[in-house]
Every structure is written in structure tokens, then in C-alpha cells.
């Protein structure tokens, strides 16, 4: 027999149809709406800006680059913002940075990235992009576009660029954006970084003249880009536009929205984050952080969420907000087949419903966030795995028995000598162990 420590992977769900987005009503005042969700940092004009929304439909577009091979739950705050315009009635462009992704954005670091290779690239577009489709609607007037700069720039030359993009960007101008400034501080930055905002400035100038793009929103990092961009249209075009800025948002211990207890970030990809992690990660979101969350992340209503707000300070015990918050947002990323394997998955993990009745990729999926053991050979004694995985001394695991704070499959264990049987095993592969009423560990059988 042998015992190994061992991850779970996580199976991958289908992803939800793209064409089932949540059922929600129009936004009559799209600017208020976002202001309420606390969507509105800084913005060029906001009563020019309230004006042209309400005259008409407006086009506005977000951008997003491929740094990574799944968007994370914090790009949901802008992707969401771009939904949210699209409910008013407004046409959202969503950009993959297939051009941009090439440089790198030094906004908010203090390093330079990692250069990736152009199939890189092209392979993490189209993850993007399919993310981003599933939660914006294409049909209608106020349908959307997936675009990507690579068009525009990947038959521009270096002269042209500079001839035709360069000599409109006043050096001074650039090194006192906030973005150049702060890594001059912080150790120096390279000429790729540094043209970053003229790329950028040229998407805003390329929308404008292709689909008529007057808006451009952001986190308050992309603000200097933005505005380079404004100024761009104005010198070349004679065109104006506008500029909307989302706060840079942290929770209450100062983590980045989205990111999990470990700092890591929660992925929208199901194979780097599973439907369950994200549901947990929404159970455990603090009191103090979960009505912003449901502003942020969900299109739960106002009166709704205001009521959950009066719900948390009354009755924290009930998490009734986090509950919400977890059943929307993986309905949202996953599609509401998710939310009840996740549902019923946590209720059986934790000795609420029988494991036995969970098909085997929904187990996986719960059991892909709890201590894992692999063995092989014959089956060891129950108090020997469960000693081995929750770091118990044999004398702990033992006395946890005689008390009756032990099971196997959701069933007390009463002899410390038990050894399980081979009938026990789940879906042949799996025993789920449990000290007390929290501490679950997975024992997989190898072949």
C-alpha cells in the first residue's frame, strides 16, 4: 500500500450557451445606475456625457488583453459595466488586445511582462473572446462586436506608426501620465512599454472611425491611456468623445477584487477555477465586502441587493447575501446547471445529502477543493487515512471515532479498527472522510 498527497483536478463543464443571458430589465439611467453600483471613479465630462446618453444610443468599448489564459472575476466589473450600457440601450464593443498583448500595459506594475510568442497570443484571443460572448447580447441595434487591434495594426509599419501615430504625442505629455511616471520611479521602463498608450490611443481613434466610438471606459489605471486617446482623436479628427473611469476596488483585507484568500486570482475557465471554488469563494466573501460584490458582479436589483445589505447587519449568521452573490455569479459564468451541482454537492460533502447520489464529475468538482490522499494496493485502515490526510496523530484520529466525530461517506464510523470496504469506494475512485463537521478529506484509488 501507499499513500501520496495529491491535487484533485476539477472536471470541465460545458460552458453555458452564449445566447442565454440573464433575464434582466432595461436600465433607464445607465450613469446612475453605475454611480449607485459604485462604477463611477473619475469621467471627462459627466453632464456632457449624461446628455449624450440620453440624446441616443452611444458606442462604447472596454479593452482586455491576453495576459493570461482566462479572464479572472475582476474583468467582470468592466465586462459587466459594457453589459450594463448595453441594457440601456448603448452598443458595447469588446476588444481582445491581440496587438496590445504583444507590448504589455505597465499600468499598475512595477515590473515589465513577460513577452509571449504571437501563437500564445492568437490562442489566448480566442479564449477571450469566447469568454467575453457569453455574457453581452449580439442581437438588435444595440448589438455587440468582438474586435481585436491586431487588425489595424498588423500591417502598419514601424515608419508609419511613428509618422502617423508618434509625432501627435508630445513627449512631455507622456512622461507625466501616471503610468510612465511611476515605473520611471520605481526602476525605469523600456521604449516597448513606453509606446504602450499610443497603441491604445490608436484603437480609440480606429473605433471611432469604424463603428462611430465616442467612449471609452477603464479601471483608473487606464485613465492617461484614455485621455492620450481623446486628445489623439481631437488632434487627427477634430473628434470628441468621452472618458469613464471604475475605481480601483479592494476588499476589506486590500485585496483586488476577485482574488481568492491565497491571493491567487479566480479564473472564469472552469479548469482553473471550478464552478464549486467559485461558489465557496463567494460563501466566504466578508460582510463587509459582499453588498459590493453584488453591486460589482451581478445584475441582482437595487432593491434587492439593499435588502440583503439590511439582511447581513441584521443576521450575519445567514450569509443570506454571500448565498445570493454565489448562486448568481456561477449561474453567470457557469449556467444555472452549475449552480444545482454545486448546491447539491456542498449540502453532501458536509453530511447534508448522500454522496453516493452525486454523479462523478459533480463529486470531482466538490471534491477538487478539499485534502486529497492517493493510494494504492490494499485499502488501509480508516484511522490510518484519516490520520495521514488532516495531519492527525493516531491517537487523535482514534479518539475522534470512539467520540463519534468520524465518517465515511457521510456515515459515523464506530470502530477504530474499520478498514473501508471495497463497496464504499464512490464511482469506484473515491472515500470521503470527515472529522467533526468541516474537516473533509478525499482519498483516491489508484489503478
Known sequence: MAVTSAALPSPAPASP??????????????????????????TTDREALARDLAAGPVTLYCGFDPTADSLHVGNLVPLFALRRFQLGGHRPLALAGGATGFIGDPSGRTSERQLQSPEVIAGRVKVL???????????????ALLVDNLDWTAELTVLDFLRDVGKHFPVNQMLARESVSARLESGGLSFTEFSYQLLQSLDFLELHR????????????QWGNITAGLDY???????HGHALTFPLITDASGQKIGKSTGGGSVWLDARMTSPY?????????DDRDVGTYLRLLTFVGRAEVEALDVATAERPHARAAQRRLADELVALVHGPDEVRRVQAASAALFGGGALGELDEDTLVSALSEAPSLQVSGPTPPFVELLAEGLSLSRSDARRAVKEGGAYLNNTKVTDEAAVPADSA???GRFLVLRKGKRNVLVVERQA
Open 210 to 221: 469604424r463603428y462611430g466610438c465616442t467612449l471609452q471606459v477603464g479601471a483608473t489605471d
Open 233 to 239: 482623436m481631437r488632434r487627427v479628427d477634430g473628434a
Open 129 to 143: 473572446q469566447a469568454q467575453m460572448q457569453r455574457f453581452l447580447s449580439f442581437e438588435g441595434p444595440a448589438g
Open 277 to 285: 471554488a467559485l461558489w465557496q469563494f463567494c460563501l466566504n466573501v
Open 425 to 427: 469506494w464512490l464511482h
Open 17 to 42: 450557451d452564449p445566447s442565454a443571458l440573464p433575464t434582466v430589465a432595461p436600465v433607464d439611467d445607465v450613469l446612475a445606475d453605475l454611480e449607485w453600483r459604485g462604477l463611477v471613479a473619475v
